[in-house]
Each structure stands twice: as C-alpha cells, then as structure tokens.
C-alpha cells in the first residue's frame, strides 16, 4: 500500500450523522490525508454525530491514535459525537494501550474473540 | 543483548527521510521476515513497531523538509530471535526517559499522539534507544518468533 490511491473515503451525511470509512493503510504518511478529507466533511456538514468505520483499515500504527484524537477535537468544537465503528481486535488493542478508551470515556464492546469481527466502540464527547 | 550466536540471516539497506517510505519499510521488514512463517500477529506486531521507529526518525530525527537517511536493518538468530535497527542522523533525543513517557511529544499540531515509543516498548520483547543530541538516534527492537 503505497500510495494515495489505497486511501479512498465514503462520506455519508443523512439524519445528521456523517460516516466517514476508512479504508487502506493509517501511518504517518497517509493521516495527513484521511485528516484533511475528514475536517474538510466536517466543517461542510456540521453532523450531529461522526462515525469513523475502520472496518477497511489494514493496518495502523500511533499515528491512527493522533488521528482519532484529532477528530474529536474537532467534533467537540462544532458540538458533534464521535463513534469507531469497524474496529479489529488488534485495533482496540492500540486503542486501550493509549489510554484513549479512559481519557475519552470509550466503550469497547468485546462480544467475540475472533479477529475477523468487528467490535463497536464509541467516544462520548 | 550480547548474543553469542551469529545471525543465519540479515539485511540492511538505507532509504530516504520521506514519510511515503514508513510503508516501504514496513513490506522490507515484512518480506525479509516472510521465510521464517511468522503468525500474523506476530508480523503485525513487528511491522508497527518498525512504522513508528522510522515515523520518528522522519518526523523528529530530521524533521520536516530537512534531507536526510533513514538506515533500517533486520537480523535473524538460530533461536528465531529478530533484531531489528532502526537509526538516524537527525538531531537525536535530548531527554530518552522524557522521550519514552507515554504520550509524551513534542508536536504542537495535537496530531501527534506520543504514543510511538510505547507502541514499540508493546509490540517487541525488548526495545534499546541510543541516542545524542546532534548526532541521531538508534532504535534496536527484538522479537523472538514462536
């Protein structure tokens, strides 16, 4: 995965809520690109609520952390919820190494052991 | 880790300080690894402990628009140990202790999670930093394969 052209987004806006899917590679390379695409919706469309489906992430390392961080930043400052939807056991395992899931009030939902599922977790904002 | 054997395999090679080269190291490693059946968590583990060893040689080795070398170099042992390095000629870490705190960065983008080193301290069995001010920084991870 190499290039732009692996990172491809699906904005949806209906009934206030924005899904933005993720898909590719999350590394410090490529978040600068999923941060712009994702503020730029944002801003546009002032949602009520954001959802990130990683359900299409391959691989991410720290820099994934900064991006989700990131975002609910932004999502407070126009007064939106933040949802990770999609999220792979490895995932959530960078997720709670981070701490985010306890600074952030994160619920992860650990329904299966398997890493082909996907669990749903949210940020309360 | 003084190891008595020596590696029935290695690899070394240098790439460009430019963020598009986080993933062509990351299919280097994954490739170099490929022979010995890693399972794919352990795989995973080492490729994102790689990804944020050369992230922070790119990112704060050199820094933004400053040329530079990111040196990346693999060792297998017998006992199916991995080394792996990791080093830079950027400015290096004044502080390690500071650098290796959990969250702790120096970016003020608030994009920068601080998370890189723990990351690394997680995903590999044992994590040395050299490092001095001016000169650059050298990461060394093991990761002994089942």
């Known amino acids: 995965m190499l290039t732009r052209d692996h ?3 699906d904005l949806e806006n209906g009934e206030g809520i924005l899904t933005a899917r993720l898909s590719g590679e999350i590394d410090h390379h490529t978040a600068r690109i999923f941060r712009e695409e994702i503020d730029r919706a944002l801003l546009r469309e002032t949602p009520r609520a954001l959802t990130l489906d990683f359900s299409g992430v391959g691989f991410m390392d720290s820099s994934g952390i900064g991006l989700i961080v990131g975002r609910l930043e932004m999502a407070r400052e126009i007064g939106a919820t933040l949802t990770l939807s999609g999220l792979s056991q490895r995932l959530c395992r960078l997720l709670e190494l981070s701490g985010v899931d306890r600074l952030c009030g994160i619920v992860i939902s650990k329904s299966t052991e398997r890493e082909d599922l996907f669990h749903e977790t949210e940020i309360r904002t | 880790m003084r190891r008595k054997s020596e590696p029935k395999n290695h690899m070394s090679c240098e790439l460009r300080a430019v963020s598009v080269n986080e993933s062509v190291c990351r299919a280097i490693i994954g490739v170099f690894l490929a022979p010995e059946n890693p399972t794919a968590t ?4 080492i490729k994102c402990a790689v990804s944020e060893a050369v992230t922070n040689a790119i990112v704060h080795g ?12 693999a060792e297998i042992y ?15 870490i004044e502080d390690i202790a500071l650098a290796r705190r959990p969250l702790y960065t120096t970016d003020t983008s608030g994009e920068r999670s601080g998370m890189g080193f723990s990351v690394m301290e997680s995903f590999t069995d044992r994590l040395r930093v050299l490092s001095r001010p001016g000169a650059g920084t050298r990461i060394t991870m093991y990761k002994r394969l089942s």
């Open chain 1, 7 to 9: 990172v491809s987004f």
């Open chain 2, 42 to 45: 352990e795989l995973a583990d």
């Open chain 2, 62 to 73: 050199y820094g933004a628009g400053n040329e530079g070398i990111v040196y990346l170099g």
């Open chain 2, 78 to 92: 017998p006992d199916r140990t991995v080394r792996i390095t990791v080093r830079d000629k950027g400015k290096g």
